[in-house]
């Protein structure tokens, strides 16, 4: 089982960034996905998820209206486009997947999987 999360760097504040989440080892389309992200010395915060089919979506407050987060399951990726970027959006961004497909959790204890993570900097 793997999850590889991809795309993060550095980017100037209001550029745009898409990160990836890509699965093996598991059934990935039965499966809900969350990306999450953390600062070092804080807590791992919920940005978003989107369930297995792809036809719910949540997001932290924070981040509504400037992420996205998409699926594809033929390709076994899930999204997160990054928009209007801000320098607190710099923290790692993990993806997390989630058995109980038809739901979204903002928990990051109701995640099985969990890979990685990507670094995303925002900085002029």
């Known amino acids: 089982v793997q999850l590889q999360a991809s795309g993060g760097g550095l980017a100037q504040p209001g550029g745009s960034l898409r990160l990836s989440c890509t699965a093996s080892?598991?059934?990935?389309?039965?499966?809900?996905v969350g990306w999450f992200r953390q600062v070092p010395g804080k807590e791992r915060e919920f940005v978003a998820a989107?369930?297995?089919?792809?036809?719910?979506?949540s997001y932290e407050d924070s981040v509504k209206g400037r992420f996205t987060i998409s699926r594809d399951n033929s390709k076994n990726t899930v999204y997160l486009q990054i928009d209007s970027l801000k320098p607190e959006d710099t923290a790692v961004y993990s993806c997390?997947?989630?058995?109980?497909?038809?739901?979204?959790?903002?928990?990051?204890?109701?995640?099985?999987?969990w890979g990685q993570g990507t670094q995303v900097t925002v900085s002029s």
């Open positions: 997390a997947a989630n058995g109980r497909g038809l739901f979204t959790s903002r928990s990051g204890y109701d995640y099985t999987y």
């Open positions: 080892g598991f059934t990935f389309s039965l499966y809900s």
């Open positions: 989107i369930t297995s089919s792809g036809g719910s979506t």
